[in-house]
C-alpha cells in the first residue's frame, strides 16, 4: 500500500510539472516552482545524460544557483558564514545570474564566465543548472542561447538530480568578479 502510495505521488508529481508551459519571456519570480519539460533551443537533459557529458569533459557546466548577500544589519560581533555550495565537480558558480532581469554587471559577470567554460568559442556545449524545480537554470539557460550559444544543454533536475543518483559533488566557490549586493 505504503509502495502504491509513493508511486502514485511520484507519478503525479511527473504529470503535474509537464502540464507548465514554456513562457515567451523570463521567470521573473516565484523561481523555486515546476518548470516546463523543454526550453526552444536548448537541449533538456536529465541526470544520466549529464553525467555522461561530464565524464567526457567536452561541456562546459555552469551552476547558476543564487547566493544570499551578507546582511547589512548584523548586529556588531556577528559571525557570518557563506552556505557551502556541493555542486558538480569542475563546473564553475555564477550566482545570480539566472534572475530574470539582471543588471549589466551581472550580464558581464555571466558572459565572463560563459566565455571561460566555452574558450569564447559559441559553438562548445555547455550544460546550465541549479537545483530541481528551479527556474534561475532555465532563465540562464534561455540567455546563453540568446546571446549566440550554440549548443546549450539545460539541467532541471541539477545538483538535486545529481546527488540522487550518487554522482559526486564538490564544494565550490563562487567564481571570481561576483558583483555585490549594489552593484
Not at 502510495?5 to 523561481?31: K, M
Not at 565524464?55 to 544570499?68: M, N, R
Not at 541539477?158 to 543518483?165: E, H, I, P, R, V
Request: glycine residues 10%; negative net charge; contains cysteine.
Amino acid at each position: 500500500m505504503i509502495r502504491a502510495l509513493a508511486v502514485a505521488i511520484c507519478f503525479a508529481g511527473v504529470a503535474w510539472s509537464q502540464t507548465v508551459e514554456e513562457p515567451q519571456d523570463y521567470r521573473n519570480d516565484h523561481y523555486r516552482a515546476p518548470v516546463p519539460i523543454a526550453l526552444s533551443g536548448a537541449t533538456t537533459i536529465g541526470a544520466a545524460e549529464a553525467f555522461a557529458m561530464w565524464q567526457t569533459g567536452k561541456a562546459g557546466f555552469i551552476d547558476v544557483l543564487p547566493q544570499p548577500p551578507k546582511p547589512t544589519n548584523l548586529p556588531e560581533g556577528t559571525i557570518w558564514r557563506e552556505k557551502p555550495r556541493h555542486s558538480i565537480p569542475g563546473a564553475i558558480w555564477l550566482p545570480n545570474v539566472g534572475y530574470g532581469a539582471i543588471a549589466d554587471v551581472t550580464a558581464d559577470y555571466f558572459r565572463s564566465g560563459l566565455e571561460r567554460v566555452t574558450g569564447g568559442d559559441r559553438a562548445q556545449p555547455v550544460v546550465l543548472f541549479c537545483l530541481e524545480d528551479c527556474w534561475m537554470s532555465w532563465n540562464a539557460a534561455k540567455r546563453a542561447i540568446e546571446w549566440g550559444y550554440e549548443d546549450v544543454y539545460w539541467f532541471p533536475d541539477g545538483t538535486d538530480g545529481w546527488a540522487f543518483l550518487d554522482y559526486p559533488l564538490e564544494q565550490i566557490h563562487p567564481m571570481d568578479g561576483q558583483p555585490q549586493a549594489g552593484d
